[in-house]
Nanobody, 124 residues
Framework: QVQLVESGGGSVQAGGSLRVSCVGS????????MGWFRQAPGLEREFVAA????????FYADSVKGRFTISGDNAKNTVSLQMNSLKPEDTAVYYC?????????????????WGQGTQVTVPS
């Protein structure tokens, strides 16, 4: 049984930093692309960042580029998202996901497995 478990969410003032992490079991990370998505109340789930282990390619939404950094260790089945210069509009539940390597990295439908999410709140 595949499980992805996120941790590290919380509340931080605007301009602050948080790091959310995801650990997987029952899955071999190097066989998947790993992504972070977020969903704010009343909005659709949106792509935040992703990593393809082969070549260490990373991808970011324009809204977080330069502020967020995705990293991980596929040998330890972990992936993290360092979030700096946080803004109120970053408030959302953040989800870790594992997707097939040939899928479109930005689309939630490309991801097969999802964590339960962790709340990140940046008060305005």
């Amino acid at each position: 049984q595949v499980q992805l478990v996120e941790s590290g969410g919380g509340s931080v003032q605007a301009g602050g930093s948080l790091r959310v992490s995801c650990v997987g079991s029952g899955i071999t990370f190097r066989m998947y692309a790993m992504g972070w998505f977020r969903q704010a109340p009343g909005l659709e789930r949106e792509f935040v960042a992703a990593i393809r282990w082969s070549g260490g390619m990373t991808f970011y939404a324009d809204s977080v580029k330069g502020r967020f950094t995705i990293s991980g260790d596929n040998a330890k089945n972990t992936v993290s998202l360092q979030m700096n210069s946080l803004k109120p509009e970053d408030t959302a539940v953040y989800y870790c996901a594992a997707g097939r390597l040939g899928g479109i990295i930005y689309y939630p439908a490309s991801y097969n497995y999802w964590g339960q999410g962790t709340q990140v709140t940046v008060p305005s």
